[in-house]
């Protein structure tokens, strides 16, 4: 390259920092733009071709023939938006080296990107699924009508190994869980998985907090519409894993369409450069929340991971649906991982679609409530939830005194 004619260019010594050796928060600003100073460009660009034109079709046979080989991203233009998006495709680098995986693959949601796993294992002769409850709502749901063909068998960690069959295809656990907060011991779970992937879903600790591919785990999901987008704005999924189970989930996306869209691409990008900080700012205000929560008379049990996270979860004495029906600061809604804070009723939201005894056996009571905590400062918050979780019990008696006297 003739830098006289590029002064946008570093210098070629510029950016000899071997990537690995970069810190999360550094990655997290950094990986998937590594290339945009070269090109003079600081935002990066969207590329909304559906399209990409080509006077050379026996240059385009290769590439699809390539693809139908390997699943690898192609040389060069993508031929088609649902064989990749240069856009998309950032964010996917981007996730990968936060993960520390080989390659992220993205869909239009975290339920594509999950079944875009069940449809590659099922491909594969390999339909039985072995989980461990709770799951997010509709992870659970999808297994258990077998919507994509696949079985499942529910056990605790302790009997994965036992649950496991030469049919097995595939190993899903959440830690935290969605909505219980539950976790596992990721390496021990891994370890009883054998030669059987072990998809963990990160969706609540984000890579800020936890690793699950350094601890044993193939796969690595997230419901992207959660913290890796982080405003509510943007609905996706992705999928960090190794580079061949890529290549495999990339065909897969291929053939059934749960593609990204690249402006959601670009939002998620954008997302993940302040994640480590809206991830740790956070944790610190939900975990504040969750010691006072875990004082208060008119809460029965919190439920707080022990390796933090902006999620926290409680139990109330009384009626939960009164709680939601009373936050004014606190946005009342499902989903989370977003700027401002949410709460919402499991038994009637998000794991609605779980049937009852099973919803319950897996620790989700109906009087349990989760909080998905933002960024407002944490004493508008208290004063918000104190508000809402009515009149304090030591109270009532003062009250109904006071009512008789009338
Ligand atoms: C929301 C969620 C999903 C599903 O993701 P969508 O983007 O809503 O399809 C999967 N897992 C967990 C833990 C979730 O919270």
Same mark, same amino acid.
């Not at 419901?223 to 290549?247: I, N, P, Q, R, W």
């Not at 809206?278 to 205000?285: F, M």
């Given at each position: 390259?003739?830098?006289?004619?590029?002064?946008?260019?570093?210098?070629?010594?510029?950016?000899?920092?071997?990537?690995?050796?970069?810190?999360?928060?550094?990655?997290?600003?950094?990986?998937?733009?590594?290339?945009?100073?070269?090109?003079?460009?600081?935002? =990066?660009?969207?590329?909304?071709?559906?399209?990409?034109?080509?006077?050379?079709?026996?240059?385009?046979?290769?590439?699809?023939?390539?693809?139908?080989?390997?699943?690898?991203?192609?040389?060069?233009?993508?031929?088609?938006?649902?064989?990749?998006? =240069?856009?998309?495709?950032?964010?996917?680098?981007?996730?990968?080296?936060?993960?520390?995986?080989?390659?992220?693959?993205?869909?239009?949601?975290?339920?594509?990107?999950?079944?875009?796993?069940?449809?590659?294992?099922?491909?594969?002769?390999?339909? $039985? #699924?072995?989980?461990?409850?709770?799951?997010?709502?509709?992870?659970? $749901?999808?297994?258990?009508?077998?919507?994509?063909?696949?079985?499942?068998?529910? @056990?605790? =960690?302790?009997?994965?190994?036992?649950?496991?069959?030469?049919?097995? *295809?595939?190993?899903?656990?959440?830690?935290?869980?969605?909505?219980?907060?539950?976790?596992?011991?990721?390496?021990?779970?891994?370890?009883?998985?054998?030669?059987?992937?072990?998809?963990?879903?990160?969706?609540?600790?984000?890579?800020?907090?936890?690793?699950?591919?350094?601890?044993?785990?193939?796969?690595?999901?997230?419901?992207?519409?959660?913290?890796?987008?982080?405003?509510?704005?943007?609905?996706?999924?992705? #999928?960090?894993?190794?580079?061949?189970?890529? *290549?495999?989930?990339?065909?897969?996306?291929?053939? @059934?369409?749960?593609?990204?869209?690249?402006?959601?691409?670009?939002?998620?990008?954008?997302?993940?450069?302040?994640?480590?900080?809206?991830?740790?700012?956070?944790?610190?205000?939900?975990?504040?929340?969750?010691?006072?929560?875990?004082?208060?008379?008119?809460?029965?049990?919190? $439920?707080?991971?022990?390796? *933090?996270?902006?999620?926290?979860?409680?139990?109330?004495?009384?009626?939960?649906?009164?709680?939601?029906?009373?936050?004014?600061?606190?946005?009342?809604? #499902?989903?989370?991982?977003?700027?401002?804070?949410?709460?919402?009723?499991?038994?009637?939201?998000? $794991?609605?679609?779980?049937? !009852?005894?099973?919803?319950?056996?897996?620790?989700?009571?109906?009087?349990?409530?989760?909080?998905? #905590?933002?960024?407002?400062?944490?004493?508008?918050?208290?004063?918000?939830?104190?508000?809402?979780?009515?009149?304090?019990?030591? !109270?009532?008696p003062l009250r109904e005194a006071l009512a008789r006297t009338e």
């Amino acid at each position: 390259m003739d830098s006289a004619r590029m002064p946008t260019s570093p210098p070629d010594d510029v950016r000899t920092t071997a990537p690995r050796s970069r810190a999360l928060a550094t990655e997290a600003v950094h990986a998937g733009r590594d290339d945009l100073a070269r090109q003079g460009l600081h935002a =990066p660009p969207i590329d909304l071709s559906t399209t990409y034109p080509s006077y050379d079709s026996r240059g385009e046979a290769a590439r699809i023939d390539a693809f139908a080989a390997t699943g690898a991203d192609p040389d060069g233009p993508p031929v088609y938006g649902r064989l990749g998006n =240069p856009t998309v495709a950032r964010f996917e680098t981007a996730l990968a080296r936060l993960e520390g995986t080989e390659a992220a693959v993205a869909f239009a949601s975290g339920m594509a990107a999950l079944s875009a796993v069940l449809l590659v294992r099922g491909s594969m002769g390999l339909r $039985h #699924v072995v989980a461990v409850r709770p799951l997010y709502g509709c992870s659970d $749901h999808l297994l258990t009508a077998g919507l994509l063909g696949s079985e499942v068998t529910w @056990t605790d =960690p302790a009997g994965i190994a036992d649950a496991l069959r030469p049919d097995t *295809g595939l190993v899903m656990v959440e830690s935290p869980a969605n909505p219980t907060l539950a976790e596992l011991d990721l390496p021990a779970v891994a370890h009883a998985c054998g030669s059987v992937p072990l998809l963990a879903d990160n969706t609540f600790a984000t890579p800020v907090l936890q690793r699950p591919a350094e601890q044993g785990a193939r796969l690595v999901l997230h419901s992207a519409t959660k913290y890796l987008g982080g405003h509510g704005d943007v609905m996706a999924g992705v #999928v960090a894993c190794d580079e061949e189970f890529a *290549g495999r989930l990339r065909q897969v996306r291929f053939a @059934t369409g749960g593609v990204l869209h690249p402006l959601a691409g670009y939002l998620l990008l954008r997302g993940l450069a302040t994640l480590p900080v809206r991830v740790r700012a956070a944790s610190a205000t939900a975990a504040e929340l969750a010691r006072r929560l875990a004082a208060d008379p008119r809460v029965a049990r919190v $439920h707080y991971p022990r390796i *933090g996270g902006a999620m926290v979860s409680f139990e109330v004495h009384g009626d939960p649906h009164e709680v939601i029906g009373r936050v004014r600061l606190i946005t009342p809604a #499902v989903s989370l991982g977003s700027v401002d804070t949410l709460i919402q009723h499991p038994a009637s939201i998000s $794991h609605r679609i779980v049937d !009852a005894d099973d919803r319950r056996g897996a620790g989700v009571s109906d009087r349990l409530l989760r909080l998905s #905590v933002g960024l407002e400062d944490a004493e508008d918050l208290w004063a918000d939830l104190d508000g809402a979780l009515g009149e304090r019990a030591e !109270a009532i008696p003062l009250r109904e005194a006071l009512a008789r006297t009338e």
